[in-house]
Every structure is written in structure tokens, then in C-alpha cells.
């Protein structure tokens, strides 16, 4: 079982690049979320998606955008990268269903992204 | 701005001794999570409390919950060196979102 998987695990990006992060959960999980945490600093809240077929923004969405391909993968693309964009991102994924909103979210291992 | 905030920052303890750290928020909640993360790896679940629970216990594991202040406390108790790892709250609705976490080290 491999949880929530994050590819790829590093990045280096110029500046002005673009790029996509994978996420792909085999929980079958219906609320899944992207998060960047900066150095010493807690999780920020980019976009999330509470069920397929739809997506919301999270708390620094600016700069990013993001595609629920299906149940069980949610991608983030950063369409023309800034130094300020170098972070680690986490995707997280979690259950919705009998026990509502009263379930634990499952982090996958991070990308560590850096742009030049 | 963050929907949770944490205090202390960074809380420094012997191995053996509680370590208590509080999360505040802002706006009403489903319920609150804790989370433990080490040296910047993925976040393990912890701890769940409902909105409408008080205090909930798991193992070393004590938390409580006020919503009228919106606060909520951490306790581990007797702390080990393992213990040493960043702490987050998370507060859920549809969407969860983090506090900046308190930093704990366990000096064994």
C-alpha cells in the first residue's frame, strides 16, 4: 500500500520555467491538497479539492494551478516558476464519506522544488 | 494569514518531563487535528478532537479543545528524545489548514 506518492522527489527550476507535480493517492480518498511549507514556517494551504471534479483555493494560491485528473490524482503546475516558488511541496489526501469531515489526512514525502 | 497559530515557537524539555503546547484559530471548526512532523519529512496524524468533544486521550496523548476561545492545548506526556519533531494544528472544514508549528526538543 503506498499511501499518497509525490513525484518527483527533487527539482531545480530557471527561473520562468514551468513544470507540473504529481500527486497520486491509492486510498481511495475523495478530499485531496497542496501545501508548501517554507523553511521554519508551518504548511500553507495552496489550492485543495474536497471531492472529484472540483477544485478551490487555498490560503497562496497565486502563481499555481491545479487539475483533479480523476479520484485518485490531483497535479499542481507552476506555469512560469519565481525564486519566491522554492519550497517543499506536500500533497496530502483524505477519506470523506460515513465519517464526514472526521477523518485524518496522509501526507506524501514532498518535493523539494528550487528555482534559480 | 494562517488559521492556526501555535505557542511556544520552539519548546526545549528533559526527557521525562510534559510538554504542553497550545494552538489558537480563527474561525469556527469541524474538527481539529494534530500533526508530528521530523526533519521536514511528510506529516503523521496524531490526534483528532471534534468540535463538540472537550478533551481526548491517546496513549502519551492528552488534547483538549475550547471552542469558545478557540484554543486548543497538546500535552505528551513523559516525554522521550524520540519525541523531538515539529508539532502543527490543523484546523478542518472542507478545506485543512496548518499553524506554524512549535519545535520540540526532548534533551534526553
Known amino acids: 500500500n503506498a499511501g499518497v506518492t509525490q513525484t518527483p522527489k527533487f527539482q531545480v527550476l530557471k527561473t520562468g520555467q514551468s513544470m507540473t507535480l504529481q500527486c497520486a493517492q491509492d486510498m481511495n480518498h475523495n478530499s485531496m491538497y497542496w501545501y508548501r511549507q517554507d523553511p521554519g514556517m508551518g504548511l500553507r494551504l495552496i489550492y485543495y479539492?474536497?471531492?472529484?471534479?472540483?477544485?478551490d483555493k487555498g490560503e497562496v494560491p497565486n502563481g499555481y494551478n491545479v487539475s483533479r485528473l480523476n479520484k485518485r490524482e490531483f497535479s499542481l503546475r507552476l506555469e512560469s516558476a519565481a525564486p519566491s516558488q522554492t519550497s517543499v511541496y506536500f500533497c496530502?489526501?483524505?477519506?470523506?464519506?460515513?465519517?464526514?469531515?472526521?477523518?485524518?489526512?496522509?501526507f506524501g514525502q514532498g518535493t523539494r522544488l528550487t528555482v534559480v | 494569514s494562517q488559521q492556526g497559530e501555535e505557542d511556544p515557537q520552539a519548546l526545549s524539555i528533559q526527557e521525562g518531563e510534559n510538554a504542553t503546547m497550545n494552538c489558537s484559530y480563527k474561525?469556527?471548526?469541524?474538527?481539529l487535528q494534530w500533526y508530528r512532523q521530523n526533519s521536514g519529512r511528510g506529516l503523521v496524524h496524531l490526534i483528532l478532537i471534534r468540535s463538540n468533544e472537550r478533551e481526548k486521550h491517546s496513549g502519551r496523548l492528552r488534547v483538549t479543545l475550547d471552542t469558545s476561545k478557540k484554543s486548543s492545548s497538546l500535552l505528551i506526556t513523559a516525554s522521550r528524545a524520540a519525541d523531538t519533531a515539529s508539532y502543527f494544528c490543523?484546523?478542518?472544514?472542507?478545506?485543512?489548514?496548518f499553524g506554524a508549528g512549535t519545535r520540540l526538543t526532548v534533551k534526553p
Open positions: 474561525t469556527s471548526i469541524n474538527n
Open positions: 479539492s474536497a471531492s472529484e471534479g472540483t477544485t
Open positions: 490543523a484546523t478542518v472544514n472542507n478545506d485543512m489548514r
Open positions: 496530502a489526501s483524505r477519506a470523506r464519506g460515513w465519517g464526514g469531515m472526521n477523518t485524518e489526512a496522509f
